[in-house]
């Protein structure tokens, strides 16, 4: 694994604007910079990330399983008890999982190691599926990159497959909040990956979902929803004034509500308890466990629930080294074995494993100057040499 500079296209804001990709600049930072990009060997991708990610996604099938069969679990994550029954439905019904991003701390030296799952809403998915491969391209006709380089991405087809497999040709809604730049590309990339596979849609926004007198949800045209794609968390959801609508309506949801255990920090202490000494884990124990003194006094502070980095707290030697502020925390924190990312010329990078369905298929890139990626970090396209 090598961080490589390289010359940018000098046409590739217009190309990514004529994309759709309308963040690429975030408050007049680069979100996307490809003044460099990292280069893997094959053998990095297949047996270092791949491979592992196959591996951690049915752990993961496995560790839902059991929390479906043990209230326990269920209690340990902070799942209101309210919502037990929606989740317990929607799994023993085999509702769909379209897609989610394992989060890794990879150098090509040793395994890769689990940071997160984003298993509810991850974005960034247009970037690591359309725009790094129009890189890719582009890069070799110009010579940028050499001739030959390859990209571990099939996203995009696997995504028009998954939603073949999904929706049978039926009518998919697609909603979130679309005043989010982000938010709007993910959501209209989805869309148009679901019309390429045969469905028809409609967006709206969340807020726009109505109810009709039989209590199921309806657009605004009163057509009822029967199948939805939601970039809106689950636990926002549930807490809404018509979360206690969605176990009797029959929307199909995607991500479905048995995300809701993957979705959630909590699954770090209890994927460590279930499969001890994986080496594709870190230490990982709830912060009331009385087993987490075992971490020392350095570890990652990390709330149960959190978003972008917010919250999550470095501690190295009983010292807080970098701490990042926001909204989160309230239904507690875990705490994981501190692995330092690899430092690139002063850069950070996390790597993101994406799986479509049970299939892995393609890698993302984000780095930061600091070691906490949060939502500006950068985001940097890849090859294999």
């Known amino acids: 694994m ?51 990610t196959g591996e951690i996604h049915s ?22 008890q309210a919502c037990w029954p929606i989740l317990t439905d929607s799994w023993r019904r085999g509702d769909a999982t379209l897609y989610g991003r394992f989060d890794f701390c990879f150098s090509g030296q040793g395994p890769a190691k689990l940071l997160e799952y984003n298993a509810d809403t991850p974005t960034s998915l247009f970037e690591a599926a359309v725009f790094q491969w129009t890189w890719l391209e582009q890069a070799m006709e110009r010579q940028i990159i050499p ?9 995009h087809d696997k995504l028009i497959a998954r939603w073949r497999e999904i929706g049978a040709n039926g009518h998919l809604h697609l909603t979130g909040l679309y005043e989010n730049p982000e938010d709007a590309v993910t959501l209209n990339y989805l869309e148009d990956t679901a019309r390429q596979a045969g469905l028809q849609t409609t967006s709206l926004e969340i807020e726009s979902i109505g109810v009709d007198g039989t209590s199921q949800f309806v657009d605004l045209d009163d057509r009822r929803i029967e199948l939805a794609f939601k970039l809106y968390p689950w636990e926002w959801m549930l807490r809404d004034s018509f979360g206690s609508r969605i176990r009797t309506a029959t929307t199909r949801w995607i991500e479905p509500p048995w995300k809701v255990v993957l979705s959630n920090k909590g699954i770090l202490p209890l994927l460590w308890e279930m499969f001890p000494n994986h080496p594709n884990l870190l230490p990982a124990y709830f912060e009331d466990d009385a087993e987490v003194g075992r971490l020392g ?21 009983g010292t807080a080294l970098e701490r990042q502020s926001g909204p989160y925390g309230s239904e507690g924190f875990v705490r994981q074995a501190f692995a330092p990312l690899p430092s690139f010329e002063g850069m950070y990078p996390v ?35």
């Open 59 to 80: 752990m993961c099938l496995e560790l839902v399983k059991r929390a479906m069969n043990d209230e326990s679990v269920l209690r340990r994550l902070r799942i209101p």
């Open 297 to 317: 006094s350095s570890y990652v502070r990390k709330p149960i629930y959190s978003r972008e980095g917010a919250n999550v707290e470095l501690v190295c030697d």
């Open 351 to 385: 790597i993101g494993s994406w799986i479509v369905g049970d299939q892995t298929c393609g890698l993302s890139i984000r780095e930061d100057a600091n070691p906490i990626t949060g939502n500006t970090s950068r985001f940097l396209p890849h090859a294999i040499l």
């Open 2 to 52: 090598q961080r490589i500079a390289c010359p940018e296209r000098d046409d590739w804001q217009i190309t990514a604007e004529n994309a759709g990709f309308a963040f690429h600049t975030l408050d007049g930072e680069r979100y996307w910079d490809e003044r460099a990009y990292y280069a893997f060997t094959l053998e990095e991708i297949e047996h270092g990330i791949e491979a592992p």
């Open 147 to 155: 001739n030959g380089a390859d990209q571990f991405n099939s996203i």
